[in-house]
């Protein structure tokens, strides 16, 4: 295949600018468009990124520096998912692509921007292709996209408007259908979708999109080279386990917590847990108390470590410390930065056993699958690799080397090459698995 | 003088007129109502003649008591306090010392007369007896022509004076206080509800003891002041010898007979233990009242046994002019199962009126149609939206109709704001709606909330278009290309007038593949059957265009003219329902048919609209009143087409 030098003009608009929100969706995509700008396919990128200046929207753009532009734009109704400032979009936003004229928009995500957006593209030049990764399951599930019940204790596997308004009792069944509607229209715009899981793409066609319209390419990541294994003292054991994460109760900290409580003190004294979290305080009181009591006797009898929050460029740093990383989620995820980060550095993972997490990692292989929201199986779990003598070797050895921003850069123009606007054609040749293939570790 | 302004007139005096001193008259004559009466047939005395009777006296009764020989054959005295002409009948009022015939001799020589004894305890104090009782009397004659003559005495009559009667004017408080035995028993007499009678009761006043036969009660009384109607409820239990009515404060007069009756339980418990006689069947009662104004009283009444009796009074609240308002209270009164009944007896005739009125309010409200975009020249088919409650689904119509081609370039586009509420709002959306999607359009502000006929009625009023596209607000297209299959119909088939496609709810089972009339017995009405309704729609028997009985209104083409030619969607219906099965019943007056198209699918998130008025029993109340409507405008139609239907004269496929 061949990419015409220099012809595209991409514009990456995102629900965030990592300048000031750091979450994983609006890190990847800043991430892409540095690598679009300097890709030779490329003549010029630019970036979007939505801003909250914790006032109602103003619809307002502005320069945050050269090529990157901030849209002050959030939400007024987030069952249809429709924009506060919508006069905005036929205006300023419709201004902005007709300046740019890009030939394609990469959008990540309609979290924050609406939907709206997407037909103003559209209706400025029907020939901009418009591209959009899936960063996690908003469009399907009312519930911010968890796709777990609002009693937050069941898992949710499929969206419905009937079991939506079960969980919503005053959206009618028929505000369901209106949602799906407006998300529905609105995507059939969208020349392609990305999943960076194949969990996540199976989701979105389970829900009504054409299998044959969302592509998987993970997330990238630094090049960056393996981490040195932490230094053991003597009669020291691989026991270092290491959270990385928003403390929400979707993060499943208290999980492994509660399952370290029920240990035997002998074996539970042979495990150290740091705990590298944020915003705490942010979650109800409920889970606020839940977890300092879970904390509080484990951090006296130094089985856990508080670590505090971290900053993404910190991430690498901190995992120096540590053996192992946990993502102990009890919702599905989709493909947790984390576990990338981690297999970049060399880290086996312990994970849940459902979703994006499932996918991502191969039990026994490159880290192990424990069971959702099961205390005491997490606690074995680690009491047991922690006293193996060569578990963390072995499986340090399955880990492959997670695919680079700049193999995530040509694997999207790739697929835009390929999936000319307005065209029904579809690349069947181009399966999410030929695009994944070699590119992160999969499960056999 | 007639005898309406007789009463008229004698009422209107009551108030000039001093009490004659001469009359002794005083409080205690009223303070007791008559208790005895004598009634004297005197035949016997017209056989014998004039000549057997002596010469009147000289003295005249009218001034002073005059002497007479009483029955018992001792001296008395007698005296005329009042006489009257009522209409055909002669009425003279009076006393005498103790018991005495008496009878009129008119001037043809014919003696007639019924008299009544009447307590006097102002005679009595005058006499310085004790008791009053049969001191007065009261007779009454039919009123000849010429002078006529008091006759008394029981063998040797006498002639005691020609009769004076006074002006008519004069029949005042105290006229009517003396005569009443005789006015109570003249009333007896005549035709209830005669105008003579109704004149009569108007004027009687009521007696003061309370009947020991009757009860009643008035628990609810409304009026609007607008359409001067109103209705009252509550109960009554009387034997059936006595007349009974409503009385309002003008006097007007309005009989039971149409009341809707009902059993009431808790009445009958009540009165039980109190009423010495059989309980009425049916004590319950609701009537409505042609000419009742809100903020007077109206009396609950009965004239038995020559006395009328007040047995209740209310004071008549306001109904809201709003039909609906109205409806709302008038269907909190107490009913039983015979809902249908009741309320064609009792709530259609007032609903009526008022939503005539209401209907009549519109034609003098401004109406603003608003333009957005450059609007359409010749379009091929004008698409009316009413809108109520909420606007937000015009973006999910804009999203379908944006990707529809043939639509953008043939369709005229009309919201009818039907909402208030709505509009404020409304005008900013529909700019930032067309700048979004591109799509022109109109939208129009009836000024008044005017239901889905009256909304869809002034859409269509601004249309332009040969052809009509009523749409439901809930109701969306699922793919372009869903107008022209209903167009060709129309222009294909010159006998078919309305045609609609099929519709799914949001699980996507079928909402409307046609329409049936289908009577409902335990509840007295026909409905509008939407078969096979809930249903997969494979399932529909129905694979091509179909002659159905009727369509849904939720999405209907028809030709314009058609529509104009039987005048619209009827708008006599309260709040919405019924419109479309009378349109296409009114269509089929006219040798048009219904028509089904399955193969055009659209979903209807049905009742969605209708989440934002309450649920219960006031929804069905108004289907009920709804149903009733309908029934009484198309009975005939109604059983033949529901005949047809069944003898498959209409059915899947016949107009393939």
Same mark, same amino acid.
């Given at each position: 295949?061949?990419?015409?030098?220099?012809?595209?003009?991409?514009?990456?608009?995102?629900?965030?600018?990592?300048?000031?929100?750091?979450?994983?969706?609006?890190?990847?995509?800043?991430?892409?468009?540095?690598?679009?700008?300097?890709?030779?396919?490329?003549?010029?990128?630019?970036?979007?990124?939505?801003?909250?200046?914790?006032?109602?929207?103003?619809?307002?753009?502005?320069?945050?520096?050269?090529?990157?532009?901030?849209?002050?734009?959030?939400?007024?109704?987030?069952?249809?998912?429709?924009?506060?400032?919508?006069?905005?979009?036929?205006?300023?936003?419709?201004?902005?692509?007709?300046?740019?004229?890009?030939?394609?928009?990469?959008?990540?995500?309609?979290?924050?921007?609406?939907?709206?957006?997407?037909?103003?593209?559209?209706?400025?030049?029907?020939?901009?292709?418009?591209?959009?990764?899936?960063?996690?399951?908003?469009?399907?599930?009312?519930?911010?996209?968890?796709?777990?019940?609002?009693?937050?204790?069941?898992?949710?596997?499929?969206?419905?408007?009937?079991?939506?308004?079960?969980?919503?009792?005053?959206?009618?069944?028929?505000?369901?259908?209106?949602?799906?509607?407006?998300?529905?229209?609105?995507?059939?715009?969208?020349?392609?979708?990305?999943?960076?899981?194949?969990?996540?793409?199976?989701?979105?066609?389970?829900?009504?999109?054409?299998?044959?319209?969302?592509?998987?390419?993970?997330?990238?990541?630094?090049?960056?080279?393996?981490?040195?294994?932490?230094?053991?003292?003597?009669?020291?054991?691989?026991?270092?386990?290491?959270?990385?994460?928003?403390?929400?109760?979707?993060?499943?900290?208290?999980?492994?917590?509660?399952?370290?409580?029920?240990?035997?003190?002998?074996?539970?004294?042979?495990?150290?847990?740091?705990?590298?979290?944020?915003?705490?305080?942010?979650?109800?009181?409920?889970?606020?108390?839940?977890?300092?009591?879970?904390?509080?006797?484990?951090?006296?009898?130094?089985?856990?470590?508080?670590?505090?929050?971290?900053?993404?460029?910190?991430?690498?740093?901190?995992?120096?410390?540590?053996?192992?990383?946990?993502?102990?989620?009890?919702?599905?995820?989709?493909?947790?930065?984390?576990?990338?980060?981690?297999?970049?550095?060399?880290?086996?993972?312990?994970?849940?056993?459902?979703?994006?997490?499932?996918?991502?990692?191969?039990?026994?292989?490159?880290?192990?699958?424990?069971?959702?929201?099961?205390?005491?199986?997490?606690?074995?779990?680690?009491?047991?690799?922690?006293?193996?003598?060569?578990?963390?070797?072995?499986?340090?050895?399955?880990?492959?080397?997670?695919?680079?921003?700049?193999?995530?850069?040509?694997?999207?123009?790739?697929?835009?090459?390929?999936?000319?606007?307005?065209?029904?054609?579809?690349?069947?040749?181009?399966?999410?698995?030929?695009?994944?293939?070699?590119?992160?570790?999969?499960?056999? | 003088?007639? =005898?309406?302004?007789?009463?008229?007139?004698?009422?209107?005096?009551?108030?000039?007129?001093?009490?004659?001193?001469?009359?002794?008259?005083?409080?205690?004559?009223?303070?007791? =109502?008559?208790?005895?009466?004598?009634?004297?047939?005197?035949?016997?005395?017209?056989?014998?003649?004039?000549?057997?009777?002596?010469?009147?006296?000289?003295?005249?009764?009218?001034?002073?008591?005059?002497?007479?020989?009483?029955?018992?054959?001792?001296?008395?005295?007698?005296?005329?306090?009042?006489?009257?002409?009522?209409?055909?009948?002669?009425?003279?009022?009076?006393?005498?010392?103790?018991?005495?015939?008496?009878?009129?001799?008119?001037?043809?020589?014919?003696?007639?007369?019924?008299?009544?004894?009447?307590?006097?305890?102002?005679?009595?104090?005058?006499?310085?007896?004790?008791?009053?009782?049969?001191?007065?009397?009261?007779?009454?004659?039919?009123?000849?022509?010429?002078?006529?003559?008091?006759?008394?005495?029981?063998?040797?009559?006498?002639?005691?004076?020609?009769?004076?009667?006074?002006?008519?004017?004069?029949?005042?408080?105290?006229?009517?206080?003396?005569?009443?035995?005789?006015?109570?028993?003249?009333?007896?007499?005549?035709?209830?509800?005669?105008?003579?009678?109704?004149?009569?009761?108007?004027?009687?006043?009521?007696?003061?003891?309370?009947?020991?036969?009757?009860?009643?009660?008035?628990?609810?009384?409304?009026?609007?002041?607008?359409?001067?109607?109103?209705?009252?409820?509550?109960?009554?239990?009387?034997?059936?010898?006595?007349?009974?009515?409503?009385?309002?404060?003008?006097?007007?007069?309005?009989?039971?007979?149409?009341?809707?009756?009902?059993?009431?339980?808790?009445?009958?418990?009540?009165?039980?233990?109190?009423?010495?006689?059989?309980?009425?069947?049916?004590?319950?009662?609701?009537?409505?009242?042609?000419?009742?104004?809100?903020?007077?009283?109206?009396?609950?009444?009965?004239?038995?046994?020559?006395?009328?009796?007040? =047995?209740?009074?209310?004071?008549?609240?306001?109904?809201?002019?709003?039909?609906?308002?109205?409806?709302?209270?008038?269907?909190?009164?107490?009913?039983?199962?015979?809902?249908?009944?009741?309320?064609?007896?009792?709530?259609?005739?007032?609903?009526?009126?008022?939503?005539?009125?209401?209907?009549?309010?519109?034609?003098?409200?401004?109406?603003?149609?608003?333009?957005?975009?450059?609007?359409?020249?010749?379009?091929?088919?004008?698409?009316?939206?009413?809108?109520?409650?909420?606007?937000?689904?015009?973006?999910?119509?804009?999203?379908?109709?944006?990707?529809?081609?043939?639509?953008?370039?043939?369709?005229?586009?009309?919201?009818?704001?039907?909402?208030?509420?709505?509009?404020?709002?409304?005008?900013?959306?529909?700019?930032?709606?067309?700048?979004?999607?591109?799509?022109?359009?109109?939208?129009?502000?009836?000024?008044?909330?005017?239901?889905?006929?009256?909304?869809?009625?002034?859409?269509?009023?601004?249309?332009?278009?040969?052809?009509?596209?009523?749409?439901?607000?809930?109701?969306?297209?699922?793919?372009?290309?869903?107008?022209?299959?209903?167009?060709?119909?129309?222009?294909?088939?010159?006998?078919?007038?309305?045609?609609?496609?099929?519709?799914?709810?949001?699980?996507?089972?079928?909402?409307?593949?046609?329409?049936?009339?289908?009577?409902?017995?335990?509840?007295?009405?026909?409905?509008?059957?939407?078969?096979?309704?809930?249903?997969?729609?494979?399932?529909?028997?129905?694979?091509?265009?179909?002659?159905?009985?009727?369509?849904?209104?939720?999405?209907?083409?028809?030709?314009?003219?058609?529509?104009?030619?039987?005048?619209?969607?009827?708008?006599?219906?309260?709040?919405?329902?019924?419109?479309?099965?009378?349109?296409?019943?009114?269509?089929?007056?006219?040798?048009?048919?219904?028509?089904?198209?399955?193969?055009?699918?659209?979903?209807?998130?049905?009742?969605?609209?209708?989440?934002?008025?309450?649920?219960?029993?006031?929804?069905?109340?108004?289907?009920?009143?709804?149903?009733?409507?309908?029934?009484?405008?198309?009975?005939?139609?109604?059983?033949?087409?529901?005949?047809?239907?069944?003898?498959?004269?209409?059915?899947?496929?016949?107009?393939?």
């Amino acid at each position: 295949m061949s990419i015409s030098q220099g012809e595209e003009r991409i514009l990456v608009i995102s629900h965030a600018h990592p300048d000031f929100s750091l979450g994983g969706g609006e890190l990847a995509a800043y991430n892409l468009f540095q690598r679009y700008r300097e890709h030779p396919a490329v003549e010029h990128a630019w970036f979007l990124g939505r801003i909250d200046r914790g006032r109602s929207a103003t619809g307002a753009l502005g320069l945050r520096r050269l090529d990157e532009y901030l849209w002050e734009q959030s939400i007024s109704d987030w069952h249809l998912m429709q924009a506060q400032h919508r006069d905005s979009l036929t205006t300023r936003f419709a201004d902005l692509i007709r300046a740019l004229r890009p030939t394609i928009v990469h959008a990540h995500h309609y979290m924050h921007l609406g939907l709206g957006f997407l037909r103003v593209i559209k209706q400025v030049d029907p020939s901009i292709r418009v591209y959009m990764t899936l960063h996690e399951y908003m469009a399907i599930c009312r519930n911010n996209g968890q796709m777990v019940k609002t009693d937050g204790r069941h898992l949710c596997s499929r969206a419905s408007d009937e079991e939506c308004h079960r969980c919503f009792p005053e959206q009618s069944v028929e505000d369901f259908w209106l949602r799906k509607h407006i998300f529905m229209r609105h995507f059939d715009l969208i020349d392609g979708f990305v999943s960076p899981s194949r969990f996540l793409r199976q989701r979105y066609i389970d829900w009504g999109i054409d299998p044959s319209r969302i592509t998987v390419i993970e997330n990238g990541q630094a090049d960056e080279p393996v981490l040195p294994p932490r230094q053991l003292e003597q009669g020291d054991s691989r026991n270092r386990f290491g959270f990385f994460g928003q403390l929400t109760p979707y993060k499943g900290l208290h999980v492994p917590l509660e399952g370290l409580l029920q240990l035997d003190e002998a074996r539970r004294r042979g495990i150290v847990l740091e705990v590298h979290g944020a915003n705490l305080e942010l979650q109800t009181p409920e889970y606020r108390d839940r977890v300092q009591a879970l904390l509080q006797p484990l951090i006296e009898q130094g089985v856990v470590q508080w670590m505090g929050s971290y900053a993404p460029h910190e991430l690498r740093s901190r995992m120096k410390g540590v053996d192992w990383v946990v993502v102990p989620s009890t919702w599905w995820e989709n493909s947790p930065m984390v576990i990338q980060e981690a297999f970049l550095g060399g880290r086996p993972v312990l994970v849940s056993d459902i979703g994006g997490m499932a996918e991502k990692v191969r039990h026994d292989v490159d880290g192990l699958q424990i069971a959702v929201g099961n205390s005491s199986q997490w606690a074995r779990a680690m009491a047991a690799v922690a006293a193996s003598a060569d578990a963390w070797d072995r499986l340090r050895l399955g880990i492959g080397k997670p695919m680079t921003h700049e193999q995530c850069a040509s694997a999207h123009l790739q697929l835009f090459e390929r999936r000319p606007s307005g065209s029904d054609q579809v690349i069947s040749a181009l399966s999410a698995s030929t695009l994944t293939e070699g590119m992160g570790p999969r499960r056999p | 003088m007639p =005898l309406a302004e007789l009463v008229a007139a004698g009422t209107h005096s009551r108030k000039n007129q001093p009490p004659r001193a001469e009359t002794c008259e005083g409080q205690q004559h009223q303070a007791k =109502l008559p208790t005895e009466m004598r009634m004297n047939m005197f035949d016997r005395w017209a056989k014998r003649g004039r000549s057997a009777v002596s010469r009147p006296l000289r003295a005249d009764p009218h001034i002073s008591p005059v002497n007479v020989v009483l029955d018992d054959g001792l001296p008395g005295s007698l005296r005329i306090d009042r006489a009257i002409r009522l209409g055909d009948w002669r009425i003279v009022a009076g006393w005498s010392t103790g018991a005495i015939e008496l009878a009129i001799r008119a001037a043809d020589g014919g003696v007639a007369g019924t008299a009544f004894a009447t307590p006097r305890l102002d005679v009595a104090a005058h006499l310085g007896v004790a008791c009053g009782d049969g001191l007065g009397f009261v007779l009454v004659a039919p009123a000849k022509q010429g002078e006529a003559e008091l006759l008394c005495g029981k063998a040797g009559r006498q002639v005691v004076h020609a009769i004076r009667t006074e002006p008519t004017a004069l029949l005042d408080a105290n006229a009517l206080a003396l005569m009443m035995p005789a006015l109570g028993w003249l009333a007896s007499r005549r035709t209830p509800f005669s105008q003579e009678w109704i004149d009569l009761v108007k004027a009687i006043p009521v007696g003061d003891a309370p009947s020991p036969v009757m009860r009643g009660m008035l628990e609810y009384a409304a009026a609007n002041g607008g359409v001067r109607a109103g209705l009252a409820s509550g109960w009554l239990s009387a034997p059936e010898s006595a007349i009974v009515w409503l009385q309002d404060a003008e006097g007007g007069v309005h009989g039971l007979d149409r009341a809707f009756r009902m059993d009431r339980e808790d009445v009958c418990t009540a009165l039980a233990l109190d009423m010495p006689v059989p309980l009425q069947h049916q004590p319950g009662f609701c009537v409505w009242i042609d000419g009742l104004t809100p903020g007077t009283t109206l009396d609950l009444k009965a004239l038995h046994g020559n006395v009328i009796h007040q =047995l209740a009074q209310a004071l008549v609240v306001a109904l809201p002019s709003d039909p609906v308002e109205a409806a709302r209270q008038l269907f909190s009164a107490p009913a039983d199962a015979r809902l249908a009944e009741r309320i064609a007896i009792m709530e259609m005739p007032v609903l009526d009126a008022l939503i005539v009125a209401d209907r009549h309010r519109w034609k003098t409200v401004p109406v603003r149609v608003h333009e957005v975009g450059s609007p359409m020249s010749e379009p091929r088919v004008s698409i009316i939206v009413p809108l109520y409650g909420r606007a937000d689904f015009v973006e999910h119509h804009f999203i379908e109709f944006d990707r529809d081609p043939w639509l953008k370039r043939n369709a005229d586009i009309i919201y009818v704001v039907d909402d208030r509420a709505l509009i404020e709002r409304f005008t900013t959306d529909a700019h930032m709606l067309h700048r979004l999607y591109g799509i022109p359009f109109r939208w129009i502000w009836g000024g008044a909330n005017r239901g889905f006929a009256g909304a869809s009625n002034l859409g269509a009023s601004i249309a332009t278009a040969p052809v009509l596209l009523f749409m439901n607000s809930d109701v969306f297209p699922q793919a372009p290309g869903w107008l022209p299959p209903l167009l060709d119909v129309l222009e294909q088939q010159r006998d078919i007038g309305i045609v609609a496609p099929r519709l799914v709810f949001a699980d996507g089972s079928i909402q409307h593949a046609g329409m049936q009339f289908v009577r409902r017995e335990e509840l007295g009405i026909w409905i509008n059957h939407h078969p096979f309704m809930g249903l997969d729609p494979s399932l529909d028997p129905h694979a091509h265009l179909s002659i159905v009985p009727a369509v849904t209104g939720a999405c209907v083409a028809i030709r314009r003219e058609d529509f104009e030619r039987v005048a619209g969607w009827d708008d006599g219906y309260l709040i919405g329902d019924f419109e479309d099965s009378d349109l296409c019943l009114k269509l089929r007056r006219e040798g048009l048919k219904s028509a089904y198209l399955p193969q055009v699918q659209l979903t209807h998130l049905e009742r969605q609209s209708f989440r934002l008025l309450d649920q219960g029993p006031f929804r069905s109340q108004v289907l009920m009143y709804n149903a009733l409507r309908h029934q009484h405008r198309w009975q005939d139609e109604l059983e033949h087409v529901a005949l047809e239907s069944e003898s498959g004269v209409v059915g899947p496929g016949v107009a393939a």
